[in-house]
């Protein structure tokens, strides 16, 4: 029993080991793919690169600033909407076959990359929120000869001098009111460069935050202090100034003087300068401290109206609980309504006397309304779909949003960079990670659910057929997106087979996902009659092992990569009759795509050179020099003709005649003749050619012209013979 159960704790252990291998291997594995993904957009074929802008150039092999483990072009800006002319020296020009940029919404282009001279690659861009997107780049696709595809990046770091200056008709006035928000206007050559986070920063007892209201830029201040003041600060900006080569994500100092004066009433300062009306403070009330004074009572319930006359709105109730060690009172504040602290003071009352100021924000929580979307080349919209890999702006309809600090989840790889931030919206450029493996990217505020979350959906764009070849008799393939015209063969075909390449189908800067597909063939005949109908639905083409996302698609659907019409038709393509016609239409299932679907209608007509059949004609009028006379008879009557003759169609036509026919058959001259003195009568073996410059397809009655030559077996002698005839078709 000991040894059994030996064995059976080492054949455990062996089973927990080879699971914890298999694991890391796996884990190694995945690792390895992630990686490999990100590393498909470098730079490490950028030789060097300029831009040029209002007569500055800026190279990268002589000024370049590294930042993250990147290399980062700076160039300096006036407005952020420059047009920049970028030049790209790149590795290895000789073997490059073209340079196409990648669209994206960080920027638009101004015509091609240009090829000067081999010696760079020049482009004109301008950013389209420079300011917002803090290292943006252009991201480029180098196609090289033997076909490969190499995405690079070239990262920039734009940076400006950013100055800020008090408005003078708002400072002239520089006394304070202790407790009293006091608003000042600011101007500045960037205020969209300066940050405005609403937050108040104190310094010395000094409160002051910088606002943007209504896009005026606003400096609010507010002391506790009953002596004069000084405050010195600098506002952050989003984009640098470089000075001695260093990064400065500030603007010039402001420094500035006030003259404090004390209130009627005894102001208390709170430890809390804006407090969240959220359900649980509504319920049970937040914890604050105040200043103590003398003539404050505890365990007392006191009134917060905003004015100091009677019948003031209840804005919140402030209950005194206990004397802190600080020369502070520990209290719980239950309210009631809003307050913006920078329209006026809170008034303390015991029932409708007032006692006391102080002066808070008594803010709704931050509530969203409506999240939109805004895709390269779209409109924005409330569908909150994603893609792997792409970037999107994402846009945040709401109230208070200012006081929001949004996070998506999912990996490290989402970038977030601020556009805009106001009370009522939000805007943030994100890139989806390509190797994400959520389905749902759920938006938080302050590490909190919002409800709301954007759903990642593989791609599914319709791809151009480049992928599809159509192929019959093993001999002949054509991509079907180049087929331009009507396809002839001239034997009959063994079968018509559509094949796919899945790799095609997805690559790191062209992602197109599953190819929903129909095919719709129809054969006619050599009389445009309609034979046979087939149609082939849902039919899924999937991108193979080589797609980034070939681990996350849905291959339940996925068919065959090639299709053979014969299995869908009753005649199948070996038994049809010269100029049939077989017309094949491919084409993108609507209802599987936002998109403009592809459609591609391809025939394939089975043409002949020759044909091979029985004519009967009624030369007339014959001119026939027999061989053993020495003179050409008179013209002859109505004769009968019976031909196997070969009709010879005009190459590059579809089913056209050539105006002359070969036969070998009999011919009975002067067969209408009935007279008993009729000597010309006779029945001869010929060889015919007949001539139809009046022929015209579908027309019953034709004169056509014959030339023949053959042997008379009555006379049984040779003869040749010329003259026009009827022929008639039934």
């Known amino acids: ?56 150039r800026t190279q990268l092999s002589k000024r370049d600033v590294k930042q993250n483990g990147y290399r980062l072009l700076p160039f300096y800006f006036e407005e952020p909407d420059e047009l920049l002319e970028i030049r790209i020296k790149l590795k290895k020009p000789h073997t490059i076959a073209s340079v196409k940029p990648i669209l994206s919404p960080e920027y638009e282009i101004d015509g091609e990359i240009i090829n000067v001279n081999e010696e760079f690659f020049r482009v004109y861009l301008r950013f389209t929120n420079l300011v917002r997107t803090n290292t943006p780049s252009f991201t480029f696709a180098i196609w090289t000869m033997d076909g490969q595809e190499i995405l690079q990046e070239l990262k920039f770091l734009p940076y400006t001098e950013t100055r800020i200056e008090m408005a003078d008709h708002t400072y002239r006035n520089k006394t ?11 101007i500045s050559n960037h205020p969209e460069n300066i940050k405005t986070d609403n937050l108040w920063k104190e310094s010395d007892g000094i409160f002051y935050r910088i606002a943007n209201e209504q896009g005026k830029l606003q400096l ?34 402001i420094n500035l003087t006030f003259s404090v004066k004390s209130s009627r009433l005894a102001f208390l300062g709170a430890n809390q300068k804006e407090i969240t009306l959220t359900n649980e403070a509504l319920s049970e009330g937040v914890e604050i401290e105040i200043e103590n004074h003398r003539n404050l009572r505890l365990q007392k319930t006191y009134r917060l109206e905003e004015q100091e006359a009677k019948g003031g709105k209840l804005m919140a109730e402030l209950y005194t609980k206990a004397r802190l060690s600080n020369n502070r009172i520990l209290c719980e504040l239950r309210p009631y309504s809003t307050h913006d602290a920078a329209t006026g003071y809170l008034y303390i009352k015991d029932g409708d006397t007032p006692l006391f100021l102080t002066n808070f924000t008594l803010s709704k929580p931050a509530q969203i309304q409506k999240v939109s979307i805004l895709k390269s080349g779209r409109n924005w919209s409330t569908n909150l779909t994603v893609n792997p890999g792409e970037i999107v702006d994402l846009r945040i309809e709401g109230e208070e949003l200012d006081k929001s600090y949004f996070k998506f989840a999912g990996t490290d790889e989402i970038k977030e960079d601020s556009l805009l931030n106001t009370p009522t919206l939000h805007e943030v450029r994100i890139r989806i990670p390509m190797n994400i493996n959520l389905s749902e ?76 597909l129909e095919v719709d063939v129809r054969v006619l005949n050599d009389r445009m009659q309609l034979t046979e109908i087939a149609k082939i639905e849902n039919f899924v083409v999937c991108p193979d092992d080589s797609s980034p996302r070939y681990q996350h698609y849905d291959k339940s659907d996925c068919t065959a990569s090639s299709l053979r019409l014969n299995d869908y038709l009753a005649t199948k393509t070996y038994n049809l009759e010269g100029w049939s016609r077989i017309e094949i239409k491919v084409k993108h299932k609507r209802d599987k795509y936002q998109d403009t679907i592809q459609e591609k209608k391809i025939t394939l007509i089975l043409s002949r050179r ?54 070998v058959g009999s011919i009975a001259l002067n067969a209408f003749n009935l007279s008993d003195d009729n000597t010309d009568r006779d029945l001869g073996l010929v060889t015919l050619l007949s001539l139809h410059p009046l022929y015209k397809p579908g027309r019953k009655l034709s004169l056509p012209i014959y030339f023949g030559f053959g042997y008379l077996i009555k006379a049984e002698t040779w003869f040749v013979m010329l003259g026009p005839g009827i022929r008639v078709s039934i």
């Open 441 to 516: 990217i759920p938006i938080y505020d302050h590490h909190k659910p919002t409800g709301y979350s954007l759903k990642v959906q593989e791609h599914q764009k319709p791809r151009k057929f480049d992928f599809v070849t159509l192929e019959y008799d093993d001999q002949h393939q054509y991509r079907v997106d180049q087929i331009d015209k009507n396809l002839f063969y001239e034997s009959n075909i063994r079968d018509i087979v559509l094949s796919f390449n899945p790799a095609l189908l997805d690559q790191p800067s062209n992602m197109n996902g599953k190819q929903y």
């Open 1 to 56: 029993m000991n040894h059994i159960k030996q064995l059976t704790t080492a054949s455990f252990l062996f089973l927990i080991s080879l699971l914890v291998t298999t694991m890391g291997v796996a884990q190694q594995d995945e690792e390895e793919m992630i990686e490999q993904t990100v590393q498909k957009i470098s730079s490490t074929e950028i030789l060097d690169a300029t831009v040029i802008n209002h007569n500055r």
């Open 220 to 253: 609010h201040v507010m002391t506790q202090n009953s002596r004069d003041d000084q405050l010195s600060f600098r506002a952050d900006t989003y984009i640098p100034h470089i000075l001695a080569d260093t990064l400065l994500y500030q603007t010039n100092p």
């Open 610 to 663: 020759y044909n091979f059949d029985i004519d009967v004609s009624f030369p007339a009028g014959l001119l026939v020099k027999r061989f053993n006379e020495d003179d050409i008879g008179g013209l002859g009557g109505v004769s009968i003709a019976a031909m196997a003759q070969f009709q010879f169609y005009k190459k590059g036509t579809i089913a056209k005649l050539q105006p002359y026919r070969i036969g």
């Open 176 to 186: 304070l009111y202790v407790g009293e928000d006091q608003v000042f206007d600011l």
